[in-house]
Structures are given as C-alpha cells and as structure tokens.
Antibody, heavy 124, light 111 residues
Framework: EVQLLESGGDLVQPGGSLRLSCAVS????????MGWVRQAPGKGLEWVSSLSASGGSTYYADSVKGRFTISRDNSRNTLYLQMTTLRAEDTAIYYC?????????????????WGQGTLVTVSS | QSVLTQPPSVSGAPGQSVTISCTGSNSNIGAGYDVHWYQQLPGTAPKLLIY???YRPSGVPDRFSGSQSGTSASLAITGLQADDEADYYC???????????FGTGTKVTVL
C-alpha cells in the first residue's frame, strides 16, 4: 500500500523558517516525481512545488519562488520542503503528493495519492 | 487566485444527477492540457477521482464521469448518494504560468 506521511508542521512567527518532511513507502520512491500542494483554512487547493525523480529539476509556484526549496533523499525515501521568510498567507495544510512519472513538471501529470497533510500556521 | 473557475456549490436529492463545470482558458484546458478531478471528503485529504479527462482509477464507481470540450471540462455524478457530499476540484496545467492549476472548488450537497 502506498503511504505518504508528512511531518514538521508547526506555529511559526512571520519571517521564520520551517522544514516539512514526507516519508513514503509502498512504491519505488526514486522512480517518481513528487510535490507539495497546500490548502489555506477554508480555501481551495494550490500547487506549491514539484521536483523530478532524481531531484535534479525543481519547479515552484510564483507565490513561493525564492522562499521555498523542495528536495528529496532517495536513500531515505523522504521528500522535504524548506520554507523561509514565512508570511501569514503561507498558513495552510501542506500535502505531500506523488506524481505519475519521472519528470517534475510533466504537463499531463496528476497527483495520486496524497498524504494526510501537516498544518503550518504563520502568526505572531 | 485560481485560473480554473467552478461553481461554488451544487446540490441534488439522493438518486439525482449533478454536473460540475470547470472553465479555463486557451493557456490551460483550451490548449489541450488534460483535466483531472479530486474529491475531498470533510476533514480529509483530496483523493483522485478522474484522470486524463475521463478515466476512473480503480475503485471509483462508474457513477462518476468526466468530459472535456474546448476551454471547459465537466464532472458528472449520477445516482447521487449521501456520501458524495464533498468538495470537488479540477486540475490542469497552465502553459502561461508554467504551473499546475486547480479549480476554485465546488461543494456538493445531497439534499
């Protein structure tokens, strides 16, 4: 069974940093692109970032570019999202998602499955 | 802000059918990029419902169907059931944004 388990969500002050992790099991992690999608409280879904199976290609939404860094450790079957210069509008549940193939930004990609999410709250 | 527009809510009685629209533009759906649909039950993570416009993953009932035409896509739910109450989102790729984009989301209520 494919499982994605996020961790690292917390309450952080504006301007602060946080690193999210996503531990995966049930599939060959190093063969698939992965990503993060977030959902602000009571709001819709927003794609945040994706990276290729090797980790060599990364992609970001304009809203987080320059502040967030996605990475992976294929030896540990773990995906990361390093978030810096956090803003109130970054408050959301962050979901780890599996893509359908190797490429990080394949245009026909969909996300399946999704982790249970981890809550990031940015507030003073 | 989302570039794919969905109606905020739709409703129907048990057994009836509802359709959810997803309207995009010539930089996403209209450019030929595939549309995928997700179901988010209350308090849970989204789940893939339809991929590549019209295909159902294993385990998804055939009461759910998807279609795409021009700059829009649609999700139809027939034989509405109480446990279909959820939020539904469409997703595609936008070449102008170089990004994956989601719809605004639609809440389905079973009367």
């Amino acid at each position: 069974e494919v499982q994605l388990l996020e961790s690292g969500g917390d309450l952080v002050q504006p301007g602060g940093s946080l690193r999210l992790s996503c531990a995966v099991s049930g599939f060959t992690f190093s063969s698939y692109a992965m990503g993060w999608v977030r959902q602000a409280p009571g709001k819709g879904l927003e794609w945040v970032s994706s990276l290729s199976a090797s980790g060599g290609s990364t992609y970001y939404a304009d809203s987080v570019k320059g502040r967030f860094t996605i990475s992976r450790d294929n030896s540990r079957n773990t995906l990361y999202l390093q978030m810096t210069t956090l803003r109130a509008e970054d408050t959301a549940i962050y979901y780890c998602v599996k893509a359908i193939a190797v490429a990080g930004l394949r245009t026909d990609n969909w996300f399946d499955p999704w982790g249970q999410g981890t809550l990031v709250t940015v507030s003073s | 802000q989302s570039v794919l527009t969905q109606p905020p809510s739709v409703s129907g009685a048990p057994g009836q059918s509802v359709t959810i629209s997803c309207t995009g533009s010539n930089s996403n759906i209209g450019a030929g990029y595939d549309v995928h649909w997700y179901q988010q039950l209350p308090g849970t993570a989204p789940k893939l419902l339809i991929y590549t416009n019209a295909y159902r993953p294993s385990g998804v009932p055939d009461r759910f169907s998807g279609s795409q035409s021009g700059t829009s896509a649609s999700l139809a739910i027939t034989g509405l059931q109480a446990d279909d109450e959820a939020d539904y989102y469409c997703q595609s790729y936008d070449v102008s944004l170089t990004a994956y984009v989601f719809g605004t989301g639609t809440k389905v209520t079973v009367l």
